[in-house]
């Protein structure tokens, strides 16, 4: 509903000072990678947390490990031990008495023990993504370097639901993932019925863009109607821009290359001036002044929103002027919509062409005035008809 617009949404995603991401790996189980990970945790004096998510077999596990690191203190904890049983046994290794935790999923949430920094779960796959996050989240709560293992079964055996899973918990290692773990868990599960019970629906058929798009109109609809206002129900594809600009984040303002290609995603599904705004404020605070190519990828984006509201199909550079594709420009009273464009600007029958010298920042400016003088002329003054004309348009193709 938050990313509908139904209900307002906020995202803390600033981390507390000094913390580190997590080191992750999620591959097939291996006694040698278990022990060697169990072993460096102890060598520097830590505590690890083994999630085994079976009481039936939880003990036989326990002989498993007391064989495999027999010089380690290790105790079991799960929802089934009687109460005054189970709170010796946190106590303990609270205060550091036991070394290795063996617990089923009962520690994902509510746990904050800062030298417990190595995780290992087993079974991976049979996790949901939410419960892998929470998980993860209960190692690296200090200043120390955590490390998470996500041990599964063969590969070839796990359902595509499960490798999607385990490939993201994989790749959104990075601090402040939860909200990007959120939404691919929702893609993958796929989104159901807003105000109902069902906890799947019919996102996969048509994709999660489309299905997000389709539901943020209608929210909007329902919303202009109660205003009292009409709101056309349709899905623009978004205008094609090739300006001669360079518009791109520089490795040494965002280093992190799978940061970078968070923004950039993030930054294609801006579709309004003021989230591009919010977008050029928190680059400025995370990352220091904008340089260039930054600010000229946000120049692009504010032009994306613009040709959208205007009903811009593409803008391009092309012998030396800059060429508007406007479909249905062949409906438009086009000599009235020049003398609106003001000088400078001609209009034919497909595009609208304005000449600039494009070694300056001016055309920047009259590009953006163009586009907002259009979205004016197009909601206030073009109104075509279903017979091909314009309402009000009293000039003839002679005349003109």
């Known amino acids: 509903m938050g990313l509908t617009g139904a209900r307002d949404i906020s995202i803390i995603d600033t981390a507390p000072s000094e913390r580190l991401p997590v080191q992750v790996y999620v591959g097939e189980a291996d006694d040698t990678l278990l022990r060697r990970a169990i072993l460096r945790e102890l060598d520097r004096g830590g505590q690890v947390f083994f999630v085994h998510n079976r009481v039936q077999s939880i003990y036989i596990v326990r002989n498993l490990l007391n064989n495999l690191i027999p010089e380690a203190s290790l105790a079991v904890a799960h929802g089934q031990m009687g109460e005054r049983e189970l709170e010796q046994v946190m106590t303990d290794f609270v205060e550091g008495e036991i070394q290795v935790l063996l617990s089923t999923s009962i520690i994902e949430s509510g746990l904050d023990i800062p030298n417990a920094n190595t995780l290992i779960v087993d079974r991976a796959e049979m996790f949901g993504l939410a419960q892998l996050y929470q998980l993860r989240g209960r190692v690296g709560r200090g200043t120390r370097r955590a490390y998470a293992y996500f041990f599964h079964g063969p590969w070839n055996s796990l359902t595509t639901e499960a490798q999607q899973r385990l490939e993201t918990i994989a790749e959104e290692t990075q601090l402040g993932a939860g909200y990007n773990i959120a939404m691919r868990d929702l893609e993958i599960r796929g989104a159901g019925e807003l105000l109902g019970a069902e906890q799947s629906g019919h996102i996969g058929s048509i994709g999660f863009d489309l299905y997000t798009k389709m539901l943020a109109q209608a929210v909007r609809q329902r919303k202009a109607a109660r205003d009292g206002k009409t709101v056309v129900m349709d899905l623009p594809e978004p205008a094609t821009i090739d300006l001669p600009l360079a518009a791109y984040i520089p490795p040494d303002y965002v280093p992190d290359a799978s940061l970078r290609l968070r923004l950039y995603r993030r930054m294609a599904g ?89 070694s300056t920042g001016e055309w920047k400016v009259a590009l953006v005035r163009v586009l907002e003088r259009l979205e004016s002329y197009r909601y206030e003054v073009w109104q075509p008809s279903s017979e091909g004309r314009s309402e009000g348009d009293g000039v003839s193709e002679e005349e003109e």
């Open 270 to 358: 801006l579709d309004s001036l003021d989230e591009v705004d919010d977008m050029a404020e928190e680059l400025a605070d995370r990352f220091g002044p904008i340089p260039d190519p930054v600010d000229n990828l946000l120049y692009q984006l504010r032009v994306k929103v613009l040709a959208m509201r205007a009903g811009v199909a593409s803008i391009t550079v092309e012998s030396g002027q800059i060429r508007l594709r406007v479909p249905g420009l062949e409906q438009a009273p086009r000599y009235r919509l020049q003398r609106y464009l003001g000088n400078g600007v001609r209009v034919s029958k497909k595009a609208i062409w304005f000449g600039r010298d494009l």
